[in-house]
C-alpha cells in the first residue's frame, strides 16, 4: 500500500522559517493536501493541489512538491502555529502521512 | 459558515456497538460527498468511509469493511456511521468531513471537532 513519510517532530524559533516534509513514491505526480490539526479543534485545511492556499489561511503558509518530497513551509513562525501537521494524497484511497508535530520554542 | 459537530461517541466494551452522528449546517448537504476520517496518538488520520450526496455510493476501508456503516440524512443534513464488533483498535477520535471535488480529486475542505470512541473492558 502507498505510504507517505514525515518526520515525527520539527522545532523553531518564534519568527524563523519552519519546513515539514512528506515523501512518497512519485509524489510530485500526485496531488498533496495538508491539514493542521491542534487539540480539541476541527481539523484545518491549509493547502490543496500541492500549492493552493484556502482564501481564509495565512499567507504564511506555502508548500511545494516535486520528485517524491512534499514541503510545507511556515514563514514567520508564530506560538499559534504549534500544532500536528498531515500531508494527503491519494492512491487507491485517501493515504495520510504519519503526521509531524511543530514545535515553537 | 459551514459547520459539522459530531456527536455519539462514548465508552464501550470490546463487540459492542455505537452510533456515531455527525450535523451539518451553512452548506447544501445534500450537494456533497461525506466522509468519516479518524484520528489515533499511535496511528495518526485514518481514512475510513464516504458515502456519496444521495447516498447511493459508499467507501469502506479494509480496517472497518464489514463492521461500520455510513448512512446519510439529507432531509435532516445528518450524516451517520453505525459502528459494530468493535475493537480496542477502533478506539480513536472520529470527525466527519465534507470532500470537494478539484481538478479530478477530492479533498477534505471543512471537518467536526470529532467525537471520541474509546473501547476497553
Known amino acids: 500500500s502507498y505510504e507517505l513519510t514525515q518526520p515525527p517532530s520539527v522545532s523553531v524559533s518564534p519568527g524563523q522559517t519552519a519546513s515539514i516534509t512528506c515523501s512518497g513514491d512519485h509524489l510530485g505526480d500526485k496531488f498533496v493536501y495538508w491539514y493542521q490539526l491542534k487539540p480539541g479543534q476541527s481539523p484545518l485545511l491549509i493547502i490543496y493541489e500541492d500549492t493552493k492556499r484556502p482564501s481564509d489561511i495565512t499567507e504564511r503558509f506555502s508548500a511545494s512538491s516535486s520528485g517524491n518530497t512534499a514541503t510545507l513551509t511556515i514563514s514567520g513562525t508564530q506560538p499559534l502555529d504549534e500544532a500536528h501537521y498531515y500531508c494527503q494524497a491519494w492512491d487507491k484511497s485517501a493515504v495520510f502521512g504519519g503526521g509531524t508535530k511543530l514545535t515553537v520554542l | 459558515q459551514v459547520q459539522l459537530v459530531e456527536s455519539g461517541g462514548n465508552l464501550v466494551k470490546p463487540g459492542g456497538s455505537l452510533r456515531l452522528s455527525c450535523a451539518a449546517s451553512?452548506?447544501?448537504?445534500?450537494?456533497?460527498?461525506m466522509t468519516w476520517i479518524r484520528q489515533t496518538p499511535g496511528k495518526g488520520l485514518e481514512w475510513i468511509s464516504y458515502?456519496?450526496?444521495?447516498?447511493?455510493?459508499?467507501y469502506y476501508s479494509d480496517s472497518v469493511k464489514g463492521r461500520f456503516t455510513i448512512s446519510r440524512d439529507n432531509a435532516k443534513s445528518s450524516l451517520h456511521l453505525q459502528l459494530s464488533g468493535l475493537t480496542v483498535e477502533d478506539t480513536a477520535v472520529y470527525h466527519c468531513?465534507?470532500?470537494?471535488?478539484?481538478?479530478?480529486?477530492?479533498?477534505?475542505?471543512?471537518w467536526g471537532r470529532g467525537t471520541q470512541v474509546t473501547v476497553s473492558s
Open positions: 468531513a465534507r470532500l470537494v471535488y478539484s481538478n479530478g480529486w477530492y479533498h477534505f475542505d471543512y
Open positions: 458515502i456519496g450526496g444521495n447516498g447511493d455510493t459508499a
Open positions: 451553512g452548506f447544501s448537504f445534500s450537494d456533497y460527498y
